[in-house]
């Protein structure tokens, strides 16, 4: 076991509040924010000298050990043990709940802080708990930064490890105005990494439209990145402030060698794929998450840049040019982008309530906008409404419903048009913006071109169809050509 700084210290405790494996920036970075808040902290990781290095570096003089082996860990760990783990999705987590267990008591905790898939964390919620051992798979957002100073915490798992973790983790976790910590009990299982992985799909989504509205600036108003830098910097000052509108205005002012950086960046862009996940999801629970799964599309096509390239010299499209007043369309594109966030948001929200009816988890869905309320990448204003429009209807079932935001998305809708319009006309591709205005659209459609989708299936397969002068529950099928039978098929799916 390798030299313990502060063994020597009154400071330094004989038995660790927890322990921490996998030391990557992450990690690193969490264990240091527990040691600020006072707790002492065992650090491991499989390559023994990244141990040492902290120890000896990040970690020296402060209130944390570190272990070589998993049985080191263990053992310098306080009853019940409680160990987080901060290593690669995946295979790695089990491979290291593996080596833990043999060296564990009944009602010791395991935590897994990665991004792990949410059915992994039922599994292992389950196996763990048939050996008498309790699990938490917890979102962490905020990034390097945030794990140093304060992130959103989202656990979920056994229900009777919270209150052993939950002094722990508020005090890490970021705090918004009120003091109130953006971490809390989320719900069994894998409910913790299901809102991780939703907030995941949300923020894939958030970037989307920013991007979208800077190339409609850039391409259609023909706009500097200063210009742009102007414009973000004004937007954070009003209902659009968040995390990512604000580094969106640092990263358009950032400049290298007298030009702006983000030019010079080759816009092909990369995914860990919890955003696919969340476009998987809805899929499987029957949500139409449009928004966020064009935002995932789009991160695939950004990355064929080579069949773009020769695609660009090949496939025209119409001239962009604009001679309207461009202050005004600068406010249309504020307009656009606020609407189709809360579109986003609302498709996210759909997409927790079908999964917590399906998976028995009791969500508080104003509770989760308080966790992403600090610490988080989709930290905003914003979501002080999403708490107060649950506060005031807990069985909101869309956020289009509630007075706010319907009355915020019709005020919006005008200049949102102009500006989908625009760069429809214009040849410049903005899936998430077009597929949020879509959803709206179809969402207040009091009847749908379904019915003849329905006589289509009807017709080449006898898939039945409902009628709109009938009750709900009795099925027809027409012999539509004369030359089919009365037989129907069975399955009719809505």
Known sequence: MPRSNGDDSSNMKTLSDIGLVGLAVMGENLILNMESKGYTVTAYNRSIDKVDGFIEGRAAGKNI??????????????????????????????????????????GDIVIDGGNAHFEDSIRRTRYLESKGLLFIGTGVSGGEEGALTGPSIMPGGSAAAWEAVKPIFQSIAARVEDGTPCCDWVGEDGA?????????????????????AYQIMKEHLGMSAGEMHEVFAEWN?????SYLI??????????????????SILDT????????????????LGIPLTLIGEAVFARF????????????????????????????????????????????????????????GLYGWKLDYGGIAL?????????????????DAFDEDPGLPNLLLSPYFSAKVEGAQAGWRRVVAAAVCHGIASPSLTAALSYFDGYRSERLPANLLQAQRDYFGAHTYERIDRPRGEFFHTNWTGRGGDTASSTYDV
């Open 269 to 284: 862009a990369g995914q860990k794929g919890t955003g696919k996940w969340t476009g998987i999801s809805a899929l499987e």
């Open 192 to 212: 913790g990494h299901f809102v991780k992985m939703v907030h995941n799909g949300i923020e894939y989504g958030d970037m989307q439209l920013i991007c979208e």
């Open 246 to 263: 604000e580094i969106t205005r640092d990263i358009l002012a950032y400049e290298e060698n007298g030009a702006p950086l983000v030019e």
């Open 237 to 241: 000052e009003g209902e659009l402030d």
């Open 65 to 106: 050990r570190g272990a070589h082996s998993v049985e080191a860990l263990v053992a310098s760990l306080e009853s019940p043990r409680k160990i987080m783990l901060m290593v690669k999705a995946g295979q790695p987590v089990d491979d290291i709940i593996e080596q833990l267990i043999p060296h564990l008591d009944s």
């Open 301 to 356: 096509l950004s990355a064929q840049k080579e069949e773009r390239v020769q695609a660009s010299r090949l496939l025209n499209g119409p001239e962009r040019n604009f001679d309207g007043d461009r202050k005004a369309f600068i406010e249309d594109i504020r307009q656009a982008l606020l609407a189709s966030k809360i579109v986003s948001y609302a498709q996210g929200y759909l997409l927790m309530r079908e999964a917590a």
């Open 371 to 387: 966790l992403w309320r600090g610490g988080c990448i989709i930290r905003s204003v914003f979501l002080g409404r999403i708490k």
